[in-house]
């Protein structure tokens, strides 16, 4: 897999104990996907499919409590670290948050029937919801703060923070970001 300007270019093949190394165009190391383009891009695709099953399988065990606020609770039990895993420690294209939170929004018309932008706002503020852009802002600010304290940890956050399109966004919302989000998901 190559990331750069020449990525999509045709490279002469490598052979490793006698046999090709193939040249792939994507690659799966510990559920993140990592794409071949211009820069280090990855793709979250596949943790809507994740999401769905995980919240499908959910709502139609809890339609028996007939609560909707249960129904909740279990959402942000299961279904939000299905999608926030290892989002922490790389950068997301916006049309991947996006996408992530439309799952989000779709899950909360399912519980609750409501259609509307802005009541579903509402609700995901009564019962202690985020916007999954504000959940990875959060995580990349405890990511941060971990590599901060660790002395260790200095040259792995400059490595971060030259590899990271996202970096300069991520720390003005540090700073900037609502103190509720920031309470509740950085325990």
Known sequence: MHVGGRFDARCAALRLAGSDVKLVNKMIYLVIHVLAAWYLKFSAKHLRSK????????????????????????????????????????????????????????AMYKIFGVSERQCQELIKLYVGLCDVKDMIIAKHCKFIDSLLGNM??????????LNSVYTSYSFLHCFNLSTLCCTVFAK
């Open 51 to 106: 999401f769905y099953r995980v919240f499908n399988c959910i709502f139609s065990k809890s339609k028996a409590a007939n609560s909707q606020l249960v129904t909740v609770q279990l959402l942000k039990s299961f279904c939000l670290p299905t999608i926030l895993y290892a989002l922490k420690a790389i950068c997301l294209s916006s049309s991947d948050i996006r996408m992530l939170d439309n799952c989000m929004n779709r």
């Open 152 to 161: 260790d940890g200095a040259n792995v956050l400059l490595l971060y923070g």
